[in-house]
């Protein structure tokens, strides 16, 4: 297939690199030469105007840091330069009423538009290893299934559009939680004297079992490798947990969800990140417990 791949950063680098892997004809844009040379180098064809990228494509797939620019690519860029019937794929992570904006403004002009966000980080970009969360309508999704397979081990039918935010921004907010629970449990647990291995190997195999607790332990030299035995470097940067916070406490407002736990998770990571954290990864937040 000839696709237009949109945001060529820490993410759609590898996607983009995955894609041509899988036989598909890449064409490149992004507003950064770094990234350009970078895609090419990966080969892709490159383009610095984004509408002469989408000329003949079957299918344009973004990947850019925000709703508002999302908006603006398909707006200006995407929606009556890329050929009609094209499948449109947004994998940026964005807030949902954004991403149900664009799908209605792209579905009237002929087009079969999905959300799919991915969970997974830069390493699993890059080894064609993401989850992608899909809303759209079915034809929409039938038609991106094929090309977000060449990138990822999961893609899931969320429901309609704007399904696939709803539905990263829940798991991340439920992840805050998690993360933060974990780091509160096990260090009372310490400071009651309990060994935080002890700690770990009695609760990952009792009812405090959880993927924060058991695949991500956020101490270091305790539970599982992780990025807390890397000085919290790599991983799930804290900006981007407070991101995607951000978004779930706008959609909580929007539709009156009542979320105490996610708002007093998204004003601590607020506090950890205000503090110049922005960089660790967001399991570090367990170094606040003093
Ligand atoms: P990034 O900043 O590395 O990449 C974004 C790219 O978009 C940059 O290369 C930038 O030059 C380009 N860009 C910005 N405005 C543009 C425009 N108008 N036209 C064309 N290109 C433009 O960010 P990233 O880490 O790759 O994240 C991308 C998206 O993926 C975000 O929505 C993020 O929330 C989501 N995400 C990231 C991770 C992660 O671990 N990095 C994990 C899951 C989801």
């Given at each position: 297939m000839k696709i237009a791949f949109i945001g060529l950063g820490n993410m759609g680098g590898g996607m983009a690199a995955n894609l041509v892997k899988n036989g598909h004809e890449v064409r490149a844009f992004d507003l950064s030469e770094d990234a350009l040379a970078k895609a090419k180098s990966n080969g892709c064809e490159t383009f610095t105007d984004a509408k002469e990228a989408v000329q003949g494509v079957d299918a344009v797939v973004s990947m850019l840091p925000n709703g508002a620019i999302v908006k603006s690519v398909y707006s200006d860029a995407v929606i009556g330069h890329a050929p009609e019937g094209a499948a449109l794929l947004d994998c940026s992570t964005i807030d949902v009423a954004t991403a149900k904006e664009v799908s209605e403004m792209a579905t009237a002009k002929g087009y079969k538009m999905v959300d799919a966000p991915v969970s997974g980080g830069i390493a699993a970009a890059d080894g064609g290893t993401l989850t992608f969360m899909v809303g759209g309508s079915e034809e929409a999704f039938a038609a991106a299934k094929p090309i977000l397979e060449g990138m990822g081990k999961a893609v899931i039918h969320?429901?309609?559009?704007g399904a696939g935010q709803t539905a990263k921004i829940c798991n991340n907010m439920l992840l805050a939680i998690s993360m933060i629970g974990v780091a509160e449990a096990m260090k009372m647990a310490e400071k009651l004297g309990l060994d935080p291995q002890k700690f770990y190997e009695i609760s990952s195999q009792s009812s405090g079992y959880c993927w924060s607790l058991n695949?991500?332990?956020?101490?270091?030299?305790?539970?599982v490798e992780s990025p807390a035995d890397k000085d919290y470097q790599g991983g799930f940067a804290t900006a981007l947990m407070l991101k995607d916070l951000r978004l779930a406490m706008a959609a909580a407002e929007e539709v009156d969800a009542g979320v105490p736990l996610g708002a007093r998770a998204a004003s601590l990571y607020e506090d950890f990140s205000g503090a110049g954290n922005d960089g660790l990864d967001f399991s570090a937040i367990i170094k606040t417990y003093k």
């Open positions: 969320a429901g309609d559009a695949a991500y332990t956020p101490l270091p030299g305790v539970g």
